[in-house]
């Protein structure tokens, strides 16, 4: 499943995106620059790239459209934990205060409400920044974790969905 928002492409994850998602995961430093990758971020990108992909839980890459091509921004995904699916978002550190999250966030809400979900969870685990980012996406807090009840949007919103 693919998604596109006004400066975002969500799209799935491959192997050949693993030494750009390991470098990102390295640091703040983008993730073309040529510098040694601690080796657990490698083997984490490997995994997370190698996973089987699920339809109905997408797991996808947010890269930036630019003129020229497409830049890894970070990654969000639906993920079953214990039998409730969480809303799970990831942003490279030199990306964050601009919107992405947010931005990915809505095209993801509109993708668990097309699959016909009517609940996402997340956890935000005391940062503030996922607080107010869960906050503007509509999430209602009880005590550690939020809920967010979904209803289908009879007009399809700012997101343009293209299934694969």
Known sequence: MFARTDRLLLRPGWVDDAAILASALAGPAT???????????????????????????????????????????????????????????????????RGYATEAGRAMIAIAAMLGLTQLDAAPDGDPAATTLLRKLGFRFTGATAILHLEPDPHGGPVHLLAA
Request: glycine share 6%; with cysteine; aromatic share 4%.
């Open 31 to 97: 993730p073309f620059t040529s510098r040694l990758v601690p080796a657990r971020c490698d083997d984490r990108a490997h995994a997370l790239l190698a996973r089987p992909a699920e339809f109905d839980r997408p797991a996808l890459l947010m890269m930036e459209r630019t003129g020229t091509g497409a830049e890894l921004v970070g990654t969000i995904a639906l993920e079953d934990r214990q039998g409730r699916v969480t809303l799970d978002c990831w942003v490279r550190a030199d990306r964050r205060n």
